[in-house]
């Protein structure tokens, strides 16, 4: 054989072995809600929620209990999505408000994960919101994917909504949650058959406002009287909260529906054996939980002589919070021959994990010096992990209705929660005898109390030094009382 003949076969075995290794190579399918709670599917044990989609990929797959935001709100949380990094250290430190913060989005030189999997030769795509920046230069298409449909900022319609596609931005008729799914249906379809992909599906639903709905999806909730968390919260607006629950149920049932569609191309496409779905949210939710509407930003839902008097730098009617019912997330994934169906998943995960596992999947390794904050979680999702850390650290600098900077560490036994900026709102909870989080032991003077204090804010400090974060100054005064 002569060197030239040599050469050939060579490269036509490295070709080969390219193309097995990247079909053995999983598909990527991320869904990520908008507000959704971890309550709000039925799989969870909330009957009233109508999910067979979620609760099928539950059935399928694994739902994770212990699943976590690093901020509890939209723009930070989705920043720690892409990129494996605090929003703190993205100078990302709220939802991005198009009114003040018109220059800001993820900076060009931070790691995302879809432009790892482009390198590594996965097709990207994300369909709805992005929320990361609306300038040209901060699009999603410079991040890492290579086709984006949906819409640059925080906020939508639910119903005849403004959205950009193929470079294009007009209105469209119809509802944006049926639209978003089409769009990232026809691109399932059409996408290239010899490459592996990953897919980013942002739905705007279940974020408020609810309504308007198709009449399919409210016919679901129209009669339901809805059980609440805490109805005998003192001073809750039950009608209110009710009426809000019921609503948003709607939103969560149009949101299922579409997953719906998408399971099924899937199938259609007899993609779904080598396709891992995750099914997620931004953050969590509250309608009545602590007596609080909305997320880390939360908001009284308490009838209005109830409401507690305003505090320094928080704005009339707010409850900046870190409960876990803003920090845990829905979580489900489905990846077929290796998760076990319908199994329950009780490992501290979170949103920083994602761009490190989908590396491993991938198969390709990241820079030399990237900074990643994560970990790759498929000795989770393979039932191999051993010896793994369940404590986490979440934060949140509210800058849009309070001044604040939430800084918060949980363990399986304890969690403290300090705000930097505003004295007498610091909270520590029992978890092991306190899972609601219902009794605040920041002032308990027992020695077991005293000793978890101690051990919380030596490890908030800690990680506080490892991230820079520019709330240091404050806390290490605070701390040295």
């Known amino acids: 054989m002569n060197f030239l003949s040599r050469r050939l076969l060579f490269i036509a075995s490295v070709v080969s072995v390219g193309f097995v290794h990247a079909a053995d190579r999983p598909n990527i399918v991320f869904i990520l809600a908008d507000d959704q709670a971890p309550w709000a599917f ?122 950009e596609r193929d470079g294009v931005t007009a209105k469209r008729e119809g509802f944006i949650v049926d639209l978003v799914a089409d769009d990232a249906i026809a691109w399932l379809k059409q996408r290239n058959a010899q490459k592996p992909f990953a897919v980013s599906i942002h739905f705007r639903e279940p974020h408020a406002s609810y309504l308007p709905v198709r009449d399919e999806d409210w016919a679901k909730v129209k009669d339901l009287d809805p059980v609440l968390p805490e109805p005998d919260y003192p001073g809750l607006d039950v009608p209110r909260a009710k009426r809000l629950t019921r609503e948003y149920l709607a939103s969560v049932a149009g949101l299922d529906r579409n997953i719906g569609r998408i399971l099924d191309v899937l199938d259609q496409q007899k993609l779904t054996t080598n396709t891992i779905v995750i099914c997620t949210s931004d953050h969590g939710y509250n309608i009545g939980h602590h007596g609080v509407w909305h997320k880390g ?74 900074i990643v904050r994560g970990r790759d979680i498929t000795p989770v999702l393979r039932g191999t992990a051993k010896n793994w850390d369940e404590s986490f650290y979440a934060e949140y600098s509210m800058r849009h209705g309070a001044q604040v900077h939430m800084r918060a560490y949980r363990t399986p036994a304890w969690k403290l929660m300090r705000d930097f900026s505003c ?57 040295a009382r």
């Open 42 to 163: 039925r799989a969870s044990g909330y009957a009233q929620a109508y999910t067979p989609n979620m609760d099928r990929l539950a059935r399928e797959g694994a739902r994770f209990t212990h699943a976590l935001t690093p901020t509890p709100v939209c723009s930070p949380a989705r920043a720690s999505i892409m990129t494996s990094r605090y929003g703190t250290e993205l100078g990302i430190f709220d939802w991005i408000n198009p009114q003040v913060d018109k220059d800001l989005g993820l900076s060009p030189d931070i790691l995302t994960w879809p432009r790892v999997l482009q390198q590594a030769g996965y097709t990207t795509a994300l369909f709805g919101k992005w929320h990361l920046g609306d300038r040209d230069d901060q699009h999603p298409t410079k991040r890492g994917y290579d086709t984006f449909a949906g819409f640059r900022g925080g906020g939508n319609t639910p119903k005849d909504p403004t959205l």
């Open 423 to 479: 004295e007498g709102r610091d909270e520590l909870y029992d978890l092991a005898a306190d899972p609601g989080e219902k009794r605040n032991l920041i002032a308990d003077t027992s020695l077991a109390t005293k000793k978890a204090l101690a051990d919380l804010d030596a490890r908030i400090l800690a990680k506080m030094t490892e991230l820079k974060d520019p709330a240091l100054p404050q806390a290490r005064q605070r701390l």
């Open 297 to 370: 930003n939360g908001m009284w839902l308490l009838k209005k002589d109830a409401i507690p008097p305003t505090l320094p730098n928080i704005d009339s009617g707010r409850r900046p919070n870190m409960f876990d019912t803003s920090l845990h997330l829905p979580m489900t994934i489905r990846w077929p021959g290796v998760i076990s169906g319908g199994s329950v998943n009780t490992h501290t995960i979170s949103h920083l994990d994602w761009l490190p596992t989908f590396a491993a999947l991938a198969g390709s390794s990241l820079p030399a010096g990237a």
